[in-house]
T-cell receptor, first 112, second 113 residues
Framework: AQSVSQHNHHVILSEAASLELGCNYSYGGTVNLFWYVQYPGQHLQLLLKYFSGDPLVKGIKGFEAEFIKSKFSFNLRKPSVQWSDTAEYFCAANNAGNMLTFGGGTRLMVKP | KAGVTQTPRYLIKTRGQQVTLSCSPI?????VSWYQQTPGQGLQFLFEYFSETQRNKGNFPGRFSGRQFSNSRSEMNVSTLELGDSALYLC????????????FGAGSRLTVL
C-alpha cells in the first residue's frame, strides 16, 4: 500500500540550529512529493514540491528538500531555524492523478 | 483572490446526529478534496470531487458522504455521528483533479459529545 512516514514526531531545537526532518515514501512509479507546514492557528500551506528534474528543491522561508530515489526519501532541511519556524510539518506524496497521502507530521518547536 | 472558505468553523454535536460542512474553493478551482485531521491518525483523505463527480474516495465508512455543486462549492455530510468523528475537517481546492498542488482552508472543527 502507498504510504508516507515521518520518523520524528517531535523535534525541539534552539534558534540558529540546523534542521533536518525525515520523510520516506512507499510508492511505485513516478511520484510527486510535497512538504506542507501548519503554523499555530493557521492554514496548512505548501512549503515546497518536487515533480521532476533537479532533486534539490528550494521552497519558501529558506527551506529545501532533497529527493533521493534510491532511498525513497524526501528530507526537509533548513540551515538555521528561527523561532517563527515553530509549526507542524507534513510530508505528502501522490502519483499523478491520485489523491495526496500525508505522513503523520512532525511538530517542531524552536526555542528562542 | 479569496482563499478556500469553510463553514462553520466550529460546531458541537451529540452522538447520533448528523452534520453538514461546506467548502467554497478558490475561484476557478474545480477540484475539491476533503481530509480529516486528528491527533492520532493525522491527515486522512476522505474524497475528491471534480466537476460535480466524485473522482477519488478514501477508506471511510458510508456515513461520510459529499457532493459538489455546479459552482464548484462542496459539502460533506456525516450521519449518525460517533465520538471518534471528532476532528478537524479540512477542505482543499486545486485547479484540476489529481491534487498536485492543494490550497487548504482553515477547517471545520467538529466536536461530538
Amino acid at each position: 500500500a502507498q504510504s508516507v512516514s515521518q520518523h520524528n514526531h517531535h523535534v525541539i531545537l534552539s534558534e540558529a540550529a540546523s534542521l533536518e526532518l525525515g520523510c520516506n515514501y512507499s510508492y511505485g512509479g513516478t511520484v510527486n512529493l510535497f512538504w506542507y507546514v501548519q503554523y499555530p492557528g493557521q492554514h496548512l500551506q505548501l512549503l515546497l514540491k518536487y515533480f521532476s528534474g533537479d532533486p534539490l528543491v528550494k521552497g519558501i522561508k529558506g527551506f529545501e528538500a532533497e529527493f533521493i530515489k534510491s532511498k525513497f526519501s524526501f528530507n526537509l532541511r533548513k540551515p538555521s531555524v528561527q523561532w517563527s519556524d515553530t509549526a507542524e510539518y507534513f510530508c505528502a506524496a501522490n502519483n499523478a492523478g491520485n489523491m495526496l497521502t500525508f505522513g503523520g507530521g512532525t511538530r517542531l518547536m524552536v526555542k528562542p | 483572490k479569496a482563499g478556500v472558505t469553510q463553514t462553520p468553523r466550529y460546531l458541537i454535536k451529540t452522538r447520533g446526529q448528523q452534520v453538514t460542512l461546506s467548502c467554497s474553493p478558490i475561484s476557478g478551482h474545480r477540484s475539491v478534496s476533503w481530509y480529516q485531521q486528528t491527533p492520532g491518525q493525522g491527515l486522512q483523505f476522505l474524497f475528491e470531487y471534480f466537476s460535480e463527480t466524485q473522482r477519488n474516495k478514501g477508506n471511510f465508512p458510508g456515513r461520510f458522504s459529499g457532493r459538489q455543486f455546479s459552482n464548484s462549492r462542496s459539502e460533506m455530510n456525516v450521519s449518525t455521528l460517533e465520538l471518534g468523528d471528532s476532528a478537524l475537517y479540512l477542505c482543499a481546492s486545486s485547479q484540476r483533479s489529481g491534487a498536485n498542488v492543494l490550497t487548504f482552508g482553515a477547517g471545520s472543527r467538529l466536536t461530538v459529545l
